[in-house]
Structures are given as structure tokens and as C-alpha cells.
């Protein structure tokens, strides 16, 4: 079966610029992810999505971060506008299981962004 | 909070011998745990899972065990290969199907 697949997979901007990373889960896989990882950290989650629903949003700065899944499948994460500290690596995972039942999730290699 | 811990951030260990890399978790809430690995430039990928219904779940050269009594799970690999460094992050979930993933372990096998 295909990945998880993301891009791009780098961007460089400067601070207060805008940014957009794409995923496409694995087909089926009714739950997405969206992480941020940061060099030397464990990846931290920013947002889940159940279909086209978000199931957990609590760690997502607002004021700055957006996320959207309008059709269930693929989904698009926005910075606007980007700070220094937002220099990460965005990895998104999908699972194949409802939110209540856990399985394994499935990564792809993520977008690098790199903040000037 | 809700953390994942990871007791060392470094492992060396020689090719051909076991490893074990160890993780606490706080969450009791947690039910199921997973163990996944990172290569650089990579997104993680899973190795393998435990549910908090099991002590010892057994793959092909890895093990996991998990002790409920101190929230601790531990990732025993055999005979360690040169492909098996890289970063191992341990996970907990809770039924809601929320991860949360410690710091990792950089695994470095010298030949």
C-alpha cells in the first residue's frame, strides 16, 4: 500500500510569512495527524481529525496555526505568520481505526521548515 | 502534565549484542503503548505495540515489556544490527486515541 505522502519536503521562509504543508494518508485510513517535531524532541501533536472532524485541537497555537480536512481524506496545515520558533520538522500520521480504538499510526517524512 | 520519558537519550551498544532501551510513562490512564523508530530525515515507523492487557509481546528480534505496577516498557532488540540505529521513541495512548511521545533514544550500534 502507498504512504502517507507530504510536501513539500522543505521550505525555507522568513519570519511573518505564510506557510501551507499538504498530506494525503494512507487510502482508508479515517484518522489524520498533524506533529511537530522539533531537533531532538519527540514528535508533539498539534492536531487529530476523525473524517472531516477534529477530535483534538488542544495543543495548536490559533492565533497562528490552521488546519483543514474539508473532504475526509487530505488535509492542509497552515502557519500564518511564522515565527522563529516555528522551525520544525511537520510530520502527519494516519491510522485506519476510529479515534476510540488505537492502532498503530503511519508517518510520513514530513515538511521541514526552516524560519529565517 | 502528560509526559512519556525516555531514561537515556543515548545507547551504544556492538554490533551483535542485545539492546534494551527503556521508557516510563506517567499517564495511568494510558492503555496502549508503542514503540517507533526514526531514521534521519524519516518520519517515525512503528515497530511494535503493546496493550495494557499484556506484560510481553514478542516480534520478529524485538521485544516489548510492560509493567503496569512502576509505568514502565522497555524495547529489547537481539543481536543489534548496524541498521537498527537510529532515534527509538516510545508512545502511550490513552483510549482516545491521543499519542503522546517521549524524547527518544539515539541507538548507535558500532561494528
Known amino acids: 500500500e502507498a504512504g502517507v505522502a507530504q510536501s513539500p519536503r522543505y521550505k525555507i521562509i522568513e519570519k511573518r510569512q505564510s506557510v501551507a504543508f499538504w498530506c494525503n494518508p494512507i487510502?482508508?485510513?479515517?484518522?489524520l495527524y498533524w506533529y511537530q517535531q522539533i531537533l531532538g524532541q519527540g514528535p508533539k501533536l498539534l492536531i487529530q481529525?476523525?473524517?472531516?472532524?477534529?477530535?483534538?485541537d488542544s495543543q495548536l497555537p490559533k492565533d497562528r496555526f490552521s488546519a483543514e480536512r474539508l473532504k475526509g481524506v487530505d488535509s492542509t496545515l497552515k502557519i500564518q505568520p511564522a515565527k522563529l520558533e516555528d522551525s520544525a520538522v511537520y510530520l502527519c500520521?494516519?491510522?485506519?481505526?476510529?479515534?476510540?480504538?488505537?492502532?498503530?499510526?503511519?508517518f510520513g517524512d514530513g515538511t521541514r521548515l526552516s524560519i529565517l | 502534565g502528560e509526559s512519556v520519558g525516555l531514561h537515556l537519550p543515548t545507547l551504544s551498544v556492538q554490533e551483535g549484542d542485545n539492546s534494551i532501551i527503556n521508557c516510563a510513562y506517567s499517564?495511568?490512564?494510558?492503555?496502549?503503548f508503542i514503540w517507533y523508530k526514526q531514521e534521519s530525515g524519516k518520519g517515525p515507523q512503528f515497530i511494535i505495540d503493546?496493550?495494557?492487557?499484556?506484560d510481553k509481546r514478542q516480534g520478529q528480534r524485538v521485544t516489548v515489556l510492560l509493567n503496569k505496577t512502576v509505568k514502565h516498557l522497555s524495547l529489547q532488540i537481539a543481536a543489534t544490527q548496524p541498521g537498527d540505529s537510529a532515534v527509538y521513541f516510545c508512545?502511550?495512548?490513552?483510549?482516545?486515541?491521543?499519542?503522546?511521545f517521549g524524547d527518544g533514544t539515539t541507538l548507535t550500534v558500532k561494528p
Open positions: 500520521a494516519s491510522s485506519g481505526q476510529g479515534a476510540s480504538s488505537n492502532q498503530p499510526q503511519h
Open positions: 487510502s482508508g485510513h479515517a484518522t
Open positions: 481529525f476523525q473524517n472531516n472532524g477534529v477530535v483534538d
Open positions: 499517564n495511568s490512564a494510558s492503555d496502549y
Open positions: 503493546i496493550r495494557s492487557n499484556m
Open positions: 508512545a502511550e495512548s490513552t483510549n482516545a486515541g491521543k499519542s503522546t
